[in-house]
């Protein structure tokens, strides 16, 4: 492994390769270690130089500094923001995908491992109902999912309508969208008509139908299906109706409670998203792949390829009959970030997958449970999938901040606040299978009383 230029970089992959295979077995903890750049700047001295550290002391650095101010997100009892729980066989085929270096945009340079990412996407086809011919690609995460589906979205409505609305276009959403959707509006330079909610903050086709026989200049509306905040589905057969009858594109964010469609027991909840233009959901979230890896799927991809496919001389040579994801998303450079989600399915089987989320389903429920029965918490609304909201009666968000912060210092649990109708709440995401209901429960005893110190809580 001598180079004229790099020299021997034998030892340096054996031990970088040595690492990884330890820390895919490792156990872990949710503790919070960030440290400031100051800090990390003093510990780590100056790592980039004309010289150059060397890679046994570049990695040194790694371990002993750096990756040690990092959280582990797969570890069971981060249940803040929407953790990540892959399988050890997708982490170690990250690596395999990093090692085959293949440029994933056409077909010509990838049509192997493209074929296999199309496998896994077909699986999530078949999971919407949608016809066989549908199709997409895996980009970096929601944001860049929604982004590019409302791309497609906005120049369909441009294809229909044939010039641009004078007062600029609208996009329509309920007040619980991801922030990514307001980013990608932003983007676009196109306004939001935010959709009244019902009681829960969800949009129904009832609140859709008057925005759109109103606003003429909507050429999308984004449903949610798994809110980030409080893991609520929109009215999908209501949203469907009212986007048939005006003619508008129908764009579902299922970034995190996508996922669900696997599962039997909430399957039902999602009817309606087999009418869906477009759809996102994210493998890194609560399908159990490692970060970072949006799967972007169209209804017809015909509409995407007019949208996004690039044209240039040096592009000339493309075979645009070929399955190109450079042509159906805002990229065009990608590695095949849906590889390792393919290979742990493959591996695994979607029967293994289905029971994989309902365990997860299974453990928020038995955690809804004991919640509902203690006399101190409170759920603060009825959950569809696997997130919780949650009081404790009595605490101000100052009380809810202590808590939560000293346990993430302690490496005990991460269990975040939030808001909800204006009120300070926590929160927690299930979305890893090795989390343990009575673990949680027992973390959530130490809420008794602020002054309580959770090192006495084995957990």
Known sequence: MTDDVWGDEYRVVREAMDWAEARVVRETDPKTTARSAEELREAAGQTVCAEGIGGHAALRLFIDV???ATRAQ???MNLAYVPSAPTRASVAFDFVTSAANVFGGVWETGAGVIFAENEALAWVVQLL??????GGCFVSGGTSGNLSALVAAREAALARRGSRPAQGWQLACAGEVHSSVRAAARVLDVSIIEVPGDDRGRMTGASLEPVLRSHPDVFAVVATAGTTNAGLIDDMVGIADSCAAH???MHVDGAYGGAGLAAPSVRALFEGVERADSFI???????FAPYDSCALLYRDPASARAAHAQNANYLDQIDRGSWNPADLAVHLSRRVRGLPFWFSLATHGTDRYAAAVERTLD?????AAAIRSSSHLELVCEPQLSVLLFRRVGWNPEAYREWSQRLARE????CLPTTWHGETVLRLAFVNPATKAERVIKVLDTLVQPAVSSSSVVV
């Open 363 to 367: 453990i928020s429920r038995t955690v």
């Open 66 to 68: 750096l990756e040690p």
């Open 247 to 249: 003619g508008v594109w």
């Open 74 to 76: 797969d570890d069971p």
């Open 411 to 414: 490496g005990v649990i991460l």
């Open 129 to 134: 109902g949608w016809p066989r011919t549908a």
């Open 281 to 287: 959901v994210d493998p890194h979230k609560w399908l």
